[in-house]
């Protein structure tokens, strides 16, 4: 086990109308927000007005800027932070998914920052101050509601970009189960495919002696692949929302990182598919993930079929781990396929003709990941096995 810090200062409002809370909350922070979110859809369910009617009643003045997209976009970024400075705003509330939330992090550490935010997504300046960021959560997946974490697509390359830093995290994060019924089965998937990731990230460690968090890395994972077909199925059932949602964070806030190296070439990898082709982050990712495994599991068989073992139930072949290894990765692309989601690049409609563009911008920076370091020739190998 690595030596660790674990510090995740978020606080978690969950259940049921806890959105009622989101002005007295905020009204802790600031009198005066930015009040950031996506294209329309927390109208059509109610939860803007909920939001605004609570932001009101506590005294808080707010100024919009909607228009979030997935996969979020550097131009919102920088408008956002125009906005900021000009009407001197020191507090943004975030309202929606990850991207809203990643979005409204890019904006709280370009605030202060003298040069061009874009700086730190390309690892040319590090955040040294950040406006504080609170949350109303309406799609469980990335995990930004209490990650230190954000993703940002420059439309230039385009390029997509993660920064981490501590200064991001969320202040508060409101989580409402009731608010993600009106998710359509595939924004479901995909968000499930996204926490999944997260884990399995974290899961596939060069780390030795990691007991406690692989078990807990496990229970995370099979309570997603418990609840998902219900979710999917039964859009209103609260109890199965609820532990998707909770889920969700709990894959991405750290706990399941300590003591552990995560491995993160897959996200990478995707970051470039979804850049490129705007598809769902998760549906990257479901296509992705199982070919990464294929392409890496030699370098630890022993973890790979524990994985298929405790996770998927598989029984172990001791004379022939691998074959335990290949049924465990074929049950995850099962499991993907069953909840709707493309397997393969074909399936998803993306052509073939970029892959080796895609594997040099996603080695930018160098070899990715660290269960194995992937360089260039890897990740268009990987590519290439995706194209189905």
Not at 99 to 122: C, L, M, Q, T
Not at 154 to 163: L, M, V
Not at 277 to 302: Q, R, T
Not at 371 to 387: N, P
Request: charged share 25%; glycine share 8%.
């Amino acid at each position: 086990m690595e030596n660790f810090v674990f510090h995740n200062p978020t606080k978690i409002i969950f259940g049921r109308n806890t959105e009622e809370k989101v002005g007295e909350e905020t009204a802790r922070f600031s009198r005066k927000i930015l009040f950031h979110y996506g294209q329309g859809s927390i109208k059509r369910i109610g939860l803007y007005d909920r939001v605004v009617e609570s932001l009101k009643k506590a005294g808080v003045e707010f100024i919009e800027l909607g228009g979030v997209q997935p996969n979020p976009r550097l131009k919102l970024v920088e408008k956002g932070i125009e906005i900021c400075r000009k009407e001197k705003i020191d507090f943004i509330l975030a309202v929606g998914g990850g991207s809203a939330i990643d979005s409204a992090k890019a904006i709280a550490v370009g605030v202060p920052y003298e040069g061009h935010v874009w700086d730190f997504f390309e690892r040319r300046a590090q955040p040294e101050k950040a406006l504080p960021v609170g949350v109303v959560l309406t799609i469980p997946a990335a995990g930004s509601e209490s990650s230190a974490s954000a993703v940002i697509t420059n439309e230039a390359g385009p390029y997509k970009r993660g920064i981490y830093s501590l200064l991001i995290r969320p202040k508060f994060a409101i989580m409402n189960p009731e608010v993600t019924f009106s998710l359509s089965p595939y924004q479901t998937a995909c968000g499930i495919a996204d926490m999944m990731a997260h884990v399995m990230e974290r899961y596939f460690t060069p780390t030795k002696n990691v007991e406690l968090t692989d078990r807990l890395c496990e229970a995370t994972l099979k309570t997603i692949i418990n609840n998902a077909p219900v979710v999917i199925k039964e859009p209103d059932n609260y109890d199965a929302r609820a532990e998707i949602m909770w889920a969700s964070t709990i894959a991405h806030n750290d706990l399941l990182s300590t003591g552990r190296i995560g491995d993160w070439a897959t996200h990478a990898i995707e970051h470039e598919l979804s850049a490129l082709y705007d598809i769902p982050h998760g549906a990257g990712l479901a296509i992705l993930f199982p070919y990464w495994m294929l392409y890496v599991y030699k370098k630890d068989v022993e973890r790979f079929a524990q994985f298929a073992s405790r996770v998927w139930n598989v029984e172990v072949n001791f004379r022939d781990l691998e074959s335990t290894v290949l049924e465990g990765i074929e049950r995850l692309k099962s499991f993907f396929k069953s909840i709707g989601l493309p397997t393969t690049l074909k399936e998803a409609n993306i052509p073939d003709d970029r892959l080796e563009e895609m594997a040099e911008k996603a080695t930018w920076a160098g070899p990715i990941g660290n269960f194995v370091k992937l360089e260039k020739e890897d990740v268009l190998r990987i590519y290439q096995m995706a194209r189905g």
